[in-house]
């Protein structure tokens, strides 16, 4: 696709600010429209102060290639969801962190609840010395047998807090409304403000399942910024890790989506196998999420030939026995008649949506950050195009499961090579680039997730962006229960087991 | 069915002997830390400075288990000289200045409270509350119920009611959004009630210490009665905090 006004880069590439087109409103919005309408996604798209101005860019994905524009924002603009859809919640997110107003939005309601950075007029009309998100007029079907039902923040298991504000005729939801916001820890405006050193255990913490492609993204992106190069040993045990991560994840998930249609031998060995995949990663770095491995310019732990034997010999053991459970839990009937049909997302929703990772995938779209945007050690396997049409729970048990299989199988080849790195700390990091920009990307296991960090003159960080997949996803959960029976939002929040600390910051 | 049985078989007992059999983890775990008297003032100083989580006081040659995240940067940079990080993961402590330590941490059991023992040590229900951490202790609370820890052996299990419950299980350094939340689960507990706080979080903000849009600590808004550090903290660390202060 040709792009006439953005320019490329790539995927963990810093480019001069200056180098990227400064575009007037109408052009930069015409040409994101023209590339999205065209097939193209938006990875980012976010405000930040320039001087006195503010200034949106954009960062959107085409076929293979990753383009950037950026504009001055006006105080209110054309709102670009009305000509195409997978804006909306980055429009949203603009209004809410900047105040500004993307008129004729078709839902412009507010996404983590807190007032906006610029002390400019609230968008919503919100008054936040009430300190309850949900403080807010749900939509709301209206009739005579319409019930709703409201759950959350405080949920009945061990699990984040969120609001969902089900619209029901009898046992069939009409509407589902989930409100989030409620794990905002201001990551985005903390990350400026404090010393480096900080910096990679703060990007731990922006989702701890996801620990290891946060700390990558952020890794990949300083190194971006200051030239420090991992050395060939740094790229293989941080694929390693990245793949353990999703291993452990997913096993997790076919568990409790099992526990969830009451099948239990998978769901009770499952929990037990997610937890060996853990303690291979406490293994390498003492963190059983991975915690304390990846920093800027490589990794902190080195994998020595008696650590691959190791890892080799229990992956070698639980290998035939993960394969065992899938083939168990996918092969019952009883299994697959709940599995099947249930939370139906059509391929042009997904689309409209923008999800992306297995919840894409389980919908047909194939996009896999490994396969367009290879980095670490990606470019050298061939990730299969793992899609699958049906959209529904079993469609997305199924991607997971295929990818289980896939990522020990790329471990395995991992470990049969010998590793050298010297480890690293990032106590004392080099300067950054001033007036430089990165984007990263990396398919963690629930899909994209990107940082985006803009650099100052003084070479300080003038703006963290970070895009955690469930930004994309949660509407993907949203679109499953229409029209779904109520009892089956836990199969279906399961199947998608999206992040609320991720999407809050 | 032949499948069901022969997975059965294939995956045996997995259920931990633990606490009659003692657990080791692996070499690079980072656990209780023992701080060395004996190093120079320099070296203790260039510690503190390189901390991510400026939790050493390299005067008193204190590291404070609240703010630390185990990353192990001081044992690394003064090569063991400072600090070094055992494999100990019976942490967790009843008063927060325990969380300063040298290298000894008080037996918890002889600090708990003797009530308690009598009114939970057979059966003790949590509520837990993720009140804005990073999903990583309450995944590890989470496993306390998978076949290897098995918590419900010890009569201890997560209920979905705060009105079931004995206390509450905090995690997440409490951010404004889920004040009020939190307020009114721990006054839904009935009385007498604990209060349990899991991982840096609470204890101190853990990562997010001076954000604007997060708390001080758990125990500046709700009285807390027992302190897990770790981020996250082991499940055995937490697992070993709730037997001995409550059996």
């Excluded at chain 1, 412009?108 to 002390?119: E, S």
């Excluded at chain 1, 199969?491 to 991720?502: D, P, Q, R, V």
């Excluded at chain 2, 308690?116 to 509520?127: H, P, T």
Aim: charged fraction near 20%; proline fraction near 7%; include cysteine.
């Amino acid at each position: 696709m040709k792009s006439g006004f953005f320019i490329k880069v790539d995927n963990g590439k810093a480019v001069a600010r200056n180098h990227i087109p400064d575009l007037t409103f109408d052009d930069f919005r015409s040409e994101a429209v023209y590339l999205v309408k065209n097939g193209g996604k938006p990875v980012q798209f976010f405000a930040y102060p320039e001087g006195e101005k503010l200034q949106l860019l954009t960062v959107i994905r085409a076929d293979r290639q990753l383009l950037v524009g950026r504009c001055d924002a006006p105080a209110v603009y054309p709102s670009l969801t009305r000509q195409c859809e997978p804006f909306h919640l980055f429009e949203r997110e603009i209004a809410e962190q900047y105040g500004i107003r993307p008129e004729g939005h078709p839902w412009l309601k507010m996404v983590r609840y807190h007032p906006n950075r610029r002390g400019a007029p609230d968008v919503f009309g919100n008054d936040y010395s009430q300190d309850i998100p949900g403080n807010y007029k749900y939509y709301r079907v209206s009739g005579e047998e319409i019930h709703e039902v409201a759950v959350g923040p405080v949920h009945a298991g061990v699990i984040e807090p969120g609001h969902f504000r089900f619209n029901c005729i009898g046992e069939r939801v009409l509407n589902l409304e989930i409100q989030l916001g409620y794990q905002h820890r201001g990551v985005e405006t903390l990350l400026p403000g404090v010393p480096p050193k900080r910096w990679p255990v703060i990007a731990e913490g922006i989702a701890g399942d996801t620990a290891v492609g946060n700390s990558l993204c952020m890794a990949q992106a300083i190194e971006a910024l200051t030239g420090l190069e991992p050395d060939g040993g740094a790229r293989i045990i941080r694929t390693i890790a990245l793949e353990l991560e999703r291993i452990a994840n997913h096993v997790g998930d076919l568990g409790a989506l099992s526990g969830d249609v009451a099948f239990l031998p998978p769901a009770n060995y499952c929990g037990r196998m997610r937890g060996d995949f853990l303690n291979m990663t406490l293994w390498m770095c003492g963190n059983r999420f991975g915690k304390g491995l990846v920093r800027p310019g490589g990794v902190r732990f080195e994998l020595t030939d008696e650590d691959r034997g190791v890892l080799d010999e229990r992956i070698a053991e639980l290998k035939p026995q993960v394969d065992h459970v899938i083939n168990l839990l996918l092969s019952t009937p009883s299994v697959r008649s709940r599995f099947e049909n249930c939370g139906r997302v059509s391929t042009s929703d997904a689309e409209k949506l923008g999800l992306v990772g297995p919840a894409g995938r389980a919908c047909g779209l194939s996009y896999d950050v490994r396969r367009y945007f290879p980095t670490e050690q990606y470019a050298h396997f061939g990730i299969h195009e793992n899609v699958e049409p049906t959209g529904d729970v079993w469609a997305r048990a199924k991607i997971r499961a295929d990818e289980v299989m896939e990522s020990i199988n790329i471990i395995q080849s991992l470990l049969n090579m010998s590793v050298n790195t010297d480890p690293v700390e990032f106590t004392e990091p080099p300067p950054l680039a001033p007036d430089s920009f990165v984007v990263t990307l990396n398919e963690a296991w629930r899909g994209e997730l990107s940082h985006c960090v803009l650099t100052d003159a003084g070479g300080g960080i003038q703006r963290y962006k970070v895009k955690d997949p469930s930004f994309h996803n949660w509407s993907g959960l949203s679109m499953s229960l229409r029209d779904t029976g109520i009892s089956d939002f836990p199969l279906n929040n399961k199947s998608y087991n999206l992040s609320y600390c991720g999407f809050d910051l | 069915m032949l499948n069901t049985l022969k997975n059965r078989f294939e995956q045996g007992n997995r259920t931990s002997a633990y606490p009659k059999v003692e657990i080791e983890l692996p070499a690079r775990y980072r656990g209780r830390p023992i701080v060395h008297e004996d190093a120079s003032p320099e070296l203790a100083a260039q510690c503190a400075a390189a901390c991510p989580q400026d939790a050493i006081d390299a005067e008193g040659r204190r590291i404070d288990m609240g703010r630390c995240v185990f990353c192990g940067a001081c044992e690394r940079l003064s090569e063991g000289r400072f600090s070094t990080f055992t494999q100990d993961f019976k942490v967790a402590v009843a008063e927060k200045e325990h969380l300063l330590t040298r290298g000894s941490i008080p037996d918890l059991a002889a600090h708990s409270k003797k009530h308690f023992k009598k009114l939970f040590g057979r059966s003790l229900q949590l509520r837990q509350v993720s009140a804005g951490g990073c999903n990583a202790c309450e995944a590890d609370l989470n496993v306390l119920s998978t076949p290897f820890f098995d918590l419900a052996r010890f009569g201890i299990n997560f209920v979905a009611s705060p009105r079931h419950a004995d206390a509450i299980v905090v995690t997440g350094p409490v951010t404004t959004n889920m004040k009020t939340a939190l307020f009114q689960t721990y006054e839904a507990v009935p009385a007498p009630k604990a209060v349990i706080a899991v991982g840096s979080c609470p204890l101190a903000g853990g990562p997010f210490r001076g954000s604007s849009d997060v708390a001080e600590s758990l125990d500046s808004l709700l009285p807390v009665d027992l302190f897990i550090p770790g981020c996250p903290p082991h499940p055995m660390t937490n697992l070993h905090a709730f037997l001995s202060f409550f059996k």
